[in-house]
């Protein structure tokens, strides 16, 4: 890394002189002596041995065996030059299934094999890694373009795989994908790059690009046809170009005032930008004239939103922010969507989530802490100027909020929570404006699966409780569900318990206690993040859910047990009682405390439910022993869920917001 860094200073140093940055040397992948010579280490801990047809066996195997076939054969490189791309249904594995299997000598097994490495995202993991290493990012934003890829695959197989956990095989995935298609990895590299999109916020319009495509060559010593914006892929719309460059460009926003919020002013603008009023090149005011006027005009008026979130953190929080976009998009607001990263272990799709702030309001669906501060950086994403109106949407799950979140407060111009709860300790000591405005609440599609799949007995009548180990146990409170539970049956009750958590690893003594006071009853601890598929499969293959929760500031997982048809036990506090009740749930009956000692980030004199333990246990086991009332309650909870839950409800309530916010903003100017 210090070479790297070092080799960035002697770079600026050149453009600061207005020297000419030499060409970094380029990578030969297709090369063994070339790559080792640059790697500068025992190739054995890069390359492997040949892979014959006969040894592909598995997963890396066949990666093995892919990786061989690509860089030998460059007939096979000229005819497909998708490369490894494009999944068992691409042209290479399109080859593979017809052609190829015979002329490579391969079994039915092992073309399985490689069809399955095709299709398995392998180089997703190694991207991340590159996206979540911000020193990296600063010195080698282009390592995945020709201009840097030798210092990046050196990074990478010297110390960068190791450190991640990174098989060799991920890492050639990623750079034989990314030599096959040069312009995208630039692309790619801008949308990522916050210091880039700051020094040309319309890089990736038709309005800026050969701008910046000059500038790149200038600053990174690149060439050859990759640079040519005319070979690009067009990721944007004509509208969303338009709208983006709008915002980048003063002298448009003062010719054109209200080109985003009138229809009329808006067929303006697309007349003005066909004109030499403009200023535009020939070849850009053409491409303005092909556009349709009412159409793009429609567009550029239409309600949007920017949401930077969680979109790759498995959490509730995930759940809501996903909820929250589609509701909006049912309602017919546009959106523009950004990923915060936690951390490299996130699901490997940050990639994915790469719009702009091209919409004049942003959601930044993140908590106050630890990462609202940091929300721009952490979605690789420059703030906008000028400025969009800031929405926090913010989760807690008390009645009073901790001070420090008034500071944070500051940066928004708006909070919106998702239950009344919530709000309310909001509202106490925040001065700007809080809304009440529920994300909506939809099953995301799922396969059916027995409960033996989970390792659970299909006979027996199952309760389902699932939490997130770094949303604080105490809270959860599954050592109170495991006494309720212990308390309303025996060993010869025909029922299981199922706590469902994930990163016990990194709470080992809570991890180790939860075990501990599970044994000697039927209670099955399991500890592993599943896809979301997998989360609501075993909610479906269940019977009933129970959570003794002392606190929610909405209790998700309650909220898609009652769209499933479930009957759910929960105590009777906090946000889900936004939506429960006593004709739609069984609610546990709570006495409020203090907490009585800090429970990092809850402050001791806090106070949160402490649900009877007795009388859930008499709610377990009145659905066990009357599971005809069990389904009652489960139909009860399902239409009041579908009626009140919706996605389409939410995504109106938040599009009227909207609308009012367009209509303050456009009354008030900044």
């Known amino acids: 890394m210090a070479r790297f860094v070092e080799g960035e200073q002697a770079r600026l140093a050149l453009r600061q002189r207005g020297a000419d940055v030499p060409p970094m040397e380029m990578l030969d992948l297709f090369s063994d002596a070339e790559v080792i010579r640059l790697v500068d280490m025992p190739a ?29 054969r460059s007939d096979l490189r000229a005819r497909f030059p998708a490369g490894l791309g494009g999944g068992r249904g691409g042209e290479l594995g399109g080859w593979l299934q017809q052609a190829g299997a015979a002329e490579l000598g391969l079994s039915e097994a092992a073309l399985s094999h490689l069809l399955n490495a095709l299709e398995d995202s392998l180089p997703d993991r190694a991207r991340q890694t590159f996206l979540a290493n911000e020193v990296l990012g600063s010195v080698l934003p282009h390592g995945l373009t020709p201009a840097g890829m030798s210092g990046l695959f050196r990074w990478f197989m010297r110390c960068g795989a190791g450190e991640a956990g990174l098989r060799p095989e991920e890492v050639w995935w990623l750079f034989l994908e990314a030599a096959q298609d040069p312009e995208q990895e630039l692309m790619l590299a801008y949308y990522f790059t916050p210091a880039w999109q700051r020094q040309h916020p319309d890089g990736m319009t038709v309005f800026g690009r050969d701008a910046f495509a000059s500038w790149f060559a200038a600053e990174y010593g690149a060439s050859g046809g ?37 229809r009329q002013s808006a067929r303006s603008l697309l007349v003005w930008l066909a004109s030499p009023e403009a200023g535009l090149s020939e070849s850009v005011r053409n491409w303005c004239g092909r556009l349709d006027p009412q159409a793009i005009a429609d567009e550029l008026i239409g309600l949007g939103i920017n949401v930077i979130g969680h979109f790759c953190y498995p959490s509730g929080l995930r759940v809501s922010v996903e909820s929250m976009v589609e509701a909006v998009r049912l309602a017919g607001v546009s959106t523009s969507l950004r990923d915060v990263r936690t951390d490299a272990k996130d699901d490997p799709r940050h990639v994915d989530f790469r719009g702009m702030e091209c919409h004049d309001v942003t959601v930044i669906h993140t908590q106050p802490e630890p990462f609202f501060d940091d929300a721009y950086r952490r979605a690789n994403l420059f703030e906008r100027q000028p400025r969009t109106y800031r929405v926090g949407y913010w989760y807690w799950e008390f009645d009073s909020i901790p001070d420090a979140w008034v500071a944070h407060a500051g940066n928004v111009d708006e909070v919106w929570a998702a239950t009344e709860f919530v709000a309310k300790g909001l509202r106490e000591k925040l001065s700007v404006p809080v809304r009440t405005l529920f994300p909506g609440v939809k099953l995301a599609p799922f396969a059916r699966r027995p409960k033996s799949y989970f390792g659970l007995s299909e006979k027996s ?50 991890i180790q206690e939860l075990r501990a006071a599970a044994g000697g009853a039927k209670i099955t601890v399991i500890d592993q993040v599943y896809s979301p598929d997998e989360v609501l499969s075993l909610m479906d293959a269940c019977d009933a859910y129970v959570s003794l929760h002392r606190s929610e500031g909405l209790g998700l997982t309650m909220a898609e047990a009652m769209l499933m048809g479930k009957p759910v036990i929960a105590t009777n506090f906090s946000g889900n009682v936004d939506f429960m009740d006593d004709g739609n749930s069984l609610l546990v009956n709570h006495k409020l405390v203090e907490l009585g000692k800090t429970i990092p980030p809850y402050d001791a004199d806090l106070e949160w439910a402490e649900p009877s333990e007795e009388h859930a246990a008499q709610l377990m086991r009145r659905i066990y022993d009357d599971q005809e009332l069990a389904r009652e309650v489960g139909a009860r909870g399902k239409a009041s869920a579908e009626t009140n839950l919706s996605l389409e409800a939410a995504g109106r309530r938040i599009a009227s917001r909207l609308e009012e916010i367009r209509a303050m903003r456009r009354a008030t100017p900044s």
């Open 44 to 72: 054995s801990h890069f390359l492997w041995s040949p892979v014959a047809p006969g040894a592909v066996v598995d997963r890396w195997s066949a990666a093995r065996f892919c990786i061989d076939l690509w860089r030998g």
């Open 226 to 262: 990759w640079i040519d914006p005319s070979g690009w892929p067009q990721w944007q719309e004509p509208a969303l170009q338009i709208r983006t460059t709008y915002w980048a460009r003063d002298a448009w926003r003062a010719a054109q005032p209200n080109a985003l919020v009138d």
């Open 461 to 510: 009548f199952t309760f389902l409780f699932t939490f997130h180990m770094m949303s604080v146990m105490e809270r959860k409170n599954p050592l109170g569900l495991i006494r309720a539970f212990k308390l309303a049956f025996g060993e010869d009750d025909g029922v299981q318990l199922v706590l469902k958590t994930s990163f016990g690893d990194r709470h080992p003594a809570q």
